[in-house]
């Protein structure tokens, strides 16, 4: 019991410092700080200044928009921040020596998650705040069904990201693939160009991209839209975090192989 009792404060105070360290190196990396704080501004203000006070449907497309935002900095923040930092870390042997601290195994992973949720927050936060100054806020859904949203929508973005991550021996190879990966799926799932004007094949296709579903449940939570009709992206996004979850528990690395 006392056992337990003084490794619960050790562990705290490990995990801690641990989130605290990788803080710091986020805040260090100049093309992390500006993919996930400043291109979402620069996305919004440039659709902000082409379109403004656009009314398609009812509602303004500046409120339309914001929703795909927020998907991009999510994928952002998954296939780029996550795996970036777990591959640098693993080829600069860091992860060896994390193996062989007191710290359970998820700590690391968890840590990862935990800044890159705080740097989510940030960035979003400050996306609201924009279109607060600059267009006024017209939020017409229900704020714990989007909040409930926006976790789900996480999931799988920081699944894909821990998942590649894990897989990668070359920080050149993650950063080709997770750019790569992240351009495909911002302008495949409607998230640049509506996927209304896709041709019919290809709007059939992307309903499998990973950010499609997380853009359509955050679009439709937003504007208070029905998400009877998005049953079946919610379910794929379901499938999709439990089996990225999987992948990354079983093919996690945590040394370069050979």
Request: overall charge positive; hydrophobic content about 55%.
């Amino acid at each position: 019991m006392t056992h337990t009792a003084e490794a619960r404060p050790g562990l705290a105070r490990g995990l801690w410092a641990l989130c605290r360290y990788e803080t710091l190196l986020f805040l260090r990396e100049p093309a992390a700080v500006f993919f996930t704080m400043l291109f979402p501004q620069a996305l919004l203000l440039f659709v902000g200044v082409v379109y403004g006070d656009q009314v398609t449907d009812g509602h303004r497309y500046i409120d339309e928009y914001l929703p795909s935002v927020i998907a991009i900095v999510a994928c952002n923040l998954g296939l780029l921040g996550v795996a970036f930092n777990i591959t640098e870390a693993r080829v600069a042997g860091i992860l060896v020596r994390y193996r062989l601290t007191p710290l359970p195994f998820w700590c690391y992973l968890f840590s990862q998650v935990v800044i890159g949720a705080i740097m989510f927050l940030i960035s979003v936060g400050s996306l609201f705040i924009t279109q607060a100054i600059l267009y006024g806020i017209r939020f017409g859904g229900s704020v714990p069904v989007f909040l409930c949203v926006v976790v789900l929508s996480l999931a799988p973005m920081f699944l894909l990201g821990l998942t590649l991550g894990g897989l990668s021996n070359s920080v050149r190879t993650t950063q080709m693939a997770g750019t790569a990966a992240f351009f495909f799926l911002m302008f495949s799932s409607g998230a640049v160009f509506d996927r209304d004007e896709f041709p019919t094949w290809l709007q059939y296709a992307t309903v499998w991209n990973p950010l499609t579903p997380v853009l359509e449940v955050l679009t439709r939570a937003y504007l208070g839209r029905s998400l009877t009709s998005e049953l079946l992206p919610l379910a794929v996004l379901t499938l999709l975090a439990l089996a990225a979850a999987v992948a990354a528990h079983r093919k996690f690395r945590w040394e370069v192989v050979r």
